[in-house]
């Protein structure tokens, strides 16, 4: 599979009936996004996890920073996007949502953290997140 590193500003689009929160705290999952002027429905979400980080301030809490998703759209496409839970500074405050890779379901040379099994292991072998179950 040719994972595709994208790195682009997604909009939600939260204003569907298939919009849902997939847990408790957890930011709501659009049912659309809006991605290069083109609608791609959510048909599944694949698996979530949590990336934590320490405090800026140098206390010694960990904070909570983003949602990572892996999910099915249209078109065959699974993307691995997140949700930033602060708004960067001097940007929007709406600009959460970023499509990070693109998987388009074709074998190919150079696809970036694919492993051996054809599993998405970033998020779960960096330090400081937090994998949670496969939501099927």
Same mark, same amino acid.
């Given at each position: 599979?040719? !994972?595709?590193? /994208?790195?682009?500003?997604?909009?939600?689009?939260?204003?569907?009936?298939?919009?849902?929160?997939?847990?408790? #705290?957890?930011?709501?999952?659009?049912?659309?996004?809006?991605?290069? #002027?083109?609608?791609?429905?959510?048909?599944?979400?694949?698996?979530?996890?949590?990336?934590?980080?320490?405090? @800026?301030?140098?206390? %010694?809490?960990? $904070?909570?920073? @983003?949602?990572?998703?892996? /999910?099915?759209?249209?078109?065959?496409?699974?993307?691995?996007?997140?949700?930033?839970?602060?708004?960067?500074?001097?940007?929007?405050?709406?600009?959460?949502? $970023?499509? $990070? &890779?693109?998987?388009?379901? *074709?074998? #190919?040379?150079? %696809? /970036?953290?694919?492993? &051996? !099994?054809?599993?998405? *292991?970033?998020?779960?072998?960096?330090? #400081?997140? /937090?994998? *949670?179950?496969?939501? !099927?």
């Amino acid at each position: 599979m040719t !994972r595709r590193f /994208i790195g682009e500003q997604l909009r939600p689009l939260l204003d569907r009936a298939e919009s849902r929160q997939l847990e408790p #705290g957890a930011p709501v999952m659009p049912g659309a996004f809006e991605w290069r #002027g083109q609608e791609y429905p959510v048909l599944e979400t694949l698996h979530s996890w949590k990336e934590l980080s320490p405090c @800026k301030q140098g206390a %010694a809490e960990r $904070y909570l920073r @983003k949602h990572w998703y892996r /999910i099915k759209t249209a078109g065959d496409l699974e993307w691995t996007l997140y949700f930033l839970r602060q708004a960067q500074s001097g940007r929007r405050v709406d600009a959460r949502w $970023y499509l $990070y &890779t693109l998987d388009d379901g *074709t074998p #190919g040379e150079g %696809a /970036i953290g694919e492993d &051996t !099994r054809g599993e998405d *292991t970033r998020g779960e072998e960096q330090a #400081g997140t /937090i994998a *949670t179950r496969p939501n !099927r």
